[in-house]
């Protein structure tokens, strides 16, 4: 005996991926990013994208999602959406021999130190004037425009 079917609408779907767009005019859809498993050990990972018309009524882009939507026309419509969870942010990769923005490590951004609490006073941190920072700037003239200058005429 065959196993029994379960009771699915015809055109319904389950649809499970990050949110990578949310559209913010009149015409509310979100664009999915989904990512398929490999069906053989040496396949590599599979991404594809979807757009399903409907509205989330919150923030939703790097959030992974749990659609129910069904299939009206040619358009996949959202029924019911579930946050699932935030995603961690993803580093960069930058090209081989290339360097990030910034410099190396951290790009020279100083650590984040919290602001103290109280009379908003800086604590343990001297304030120093440089006579440099002191004097008015003055602003320089612009450079002159490089002029092209004719190659003589060969007899």
């Known amino acids: 005996m065959p196993p029994s079917e379960p009771d ?6 389950s649809i499970r991926g990050e949110v990578i767009y949310q ?16 069906r053989k050990n040496d396949d590599k990972m599979k991404f594809f994208k979807l757009k399903l018309k409907g509205d ?3 923030k939703a882009i790097g959030f992974f999602w749990d659609f129910h939507v069904k299939l009206k026309a040619d358009s996949l419509m959202i029924e019911e959406a579930n946050n ?4 961690p942010i993803k580093k960069r990769k930058f090209p081989p021999g290339s360097k990030p923005p910034g410099g ?13 609490s ?8 001297p ?11 003055v602003p320089k003239e612009p450079l002159p425009k490089p002029v092209k ?3 003589p005429i060969e007899e």
Do not use: C, H, N
Request: zero cysteines; a positive charge.
């Open 8 to 13: 699915v609408e015809d055109g319904y779907f």
């Open 23 to 38: 559209s913010q005019d009149e015409e509310k859809y979100v664009i999915v990013k989904i990512k398929q498993a490999p």
């Open 56 to 58: 989330l009524a919150t």
């Open 84 to 87: 699932i969870g935030a995603l």
């Open 104 to 116: 190396f490590k951290g790009g020279g951004k100083r650590p984040f130190t919290p602001r103290p």
């Open 118 to 125: 109280g009379d908003g006073a800086p604590v343990g941190r």
């Open 127 to 137: 304030t120093i004037k440089s006579a440099a920072a002191a004097a008015p700037r």
């Open 149 to 151: 200058k004719p190659k």
